[in-house]
């Protein structure tokens, strides 16, 4: 009977947990407002514009984010919340406003980069580069 009962409070306590981890794990939505949303890239996206991104990625991004933002950097791990796949549909879906605001203003773990990274255009770029990732 004692056996039962530990086995019992054993997978109890281990559904709890997996519970917890996957509750805490689930990313938040990240609204945008319409007008920053509606935003057009001004950057054409061509081999420059990307390469200025890749830069920018490499310098800023790519320790959270991974290589190709595969959510998997070396600082990942010690982020209370996973960094986004940006190779999934459902991040390559939204508007190129919406990862231009996200960039900036940050949110979390993910910090604005506004000071980091002032020039807009630059910005725009980094979008450009993003979205090379898409699968």
């Known amino acids: 009977m004692k056996r039962k009962s530990i086995l ?23 609204p945008v407002p319409e007008k920053d949303a509606k935003m057009s890239n001004p950057v054409k996206s061509n081999a420059e514009s990307i390469s ?11 320790s959270c984010h ?11 791990a010690q982020l209370k919340t996973t ?3 940006m190779t999934l549909a459902s991040y390559q ?17 993910m910090p604005s980069f506004k000071k980091k990274i002032p020039d807009p255009e630059d910005v725009w770029s ?10």
């Open 66 to 76: 991974g290589k190709k933002g595969l959510g998997d950097g070396s600082k990942a």
């Open 8 to 30: 019992v409070s054993s997978v109890l306590a281990v559904c709890i947990m997996s519970f917890a981890f996957t509750t805490i794990q689930q990313p938040k939505p990240w």
């Open 126 to 135: 980094l979008v450009n580069y993003v979205r090379t990732f898409k699968k």
């Open 83 to 85: 960094p986004q796949d």
């Open 93 to 109: 879906s939204q508007s190129d406003g919406s990862i231009f605001y996200k960039i900036n203003e940050g949110r979390g773990d």
């Open 52 to 62: 200025a991104g890749k830069a920018l990625w490499n310098q800023h991004c790519s």
